[in-house]
């Protein structure tokens, strides 16, 4: 499966792989989210970040780098109008654990409740790194030809 760029889509499930990505300066994928996000800022779409993936991403960012800096990295993304932290309803998070129950080992549960989000949302795109979301059918972001030159 091959991935979307920006210009087709206007909202999208973020998973804290892509957040990461797109706020730490060393991450291997950071000028890849860099561009993603910045094209997608520019389509005035929504990122929709489940709260459990709000969360991971605060902790990771607290443990690598300090709670100030995850605090601050994470007022940015809420201050932000193309970034939106949803709620996940109680179906998808109960989806999300069926589908745990049958996925490979490495795909963690923060993943399924992403892909169930995204299909609660009727959308196929995912900002994230991980290469479960395309092995199960999701449509990973990647920056467009004409941003990458």
Do not use: W
């Not at 290469?131 to 990973?140: H, T, W």
């Amino acid at each position: 499966m091959t991935t979307t760029s920006m210009e087709t889509s206007n909202l999208i499930i973020v998973d804290s792989s892509g957040l990461i990505s797109l706020v730490v300066e060393s991450d291997s994928n950071h000028g890849k989210a860099l561009a993603i996000a910045n094209q997608f800022v520019g389509s005035q779409g929504k990122a929709l970040v489940p709260a459990e993936v709000f969360a991971e991403t605060l902790n990771i960012l607290g443990k690598k780098f300090g709670h100030e800096y995850a605090a601050e990295t994470v007022q940015a993304v809420l201050d932000s109008s193309a970034f939106a932290v949803v709620p996940t309803s109680d179906v998808a998070r109960l989806d999300a654990v069926e589908k745990f129950r049958t996925v490979p080992a490495g795909v963690s549960f923060t993943d399924c409740l992403v892909m169930k989000v995204a299909d609660e949302f009727g959308t196929r795109d995912i900002f994230g790194f991980d290469e479960e979301f395309e092995d199960a059918g999701y449509r990973p972001l990647s920056p467009s030809a004409k941003a990458a030159a």
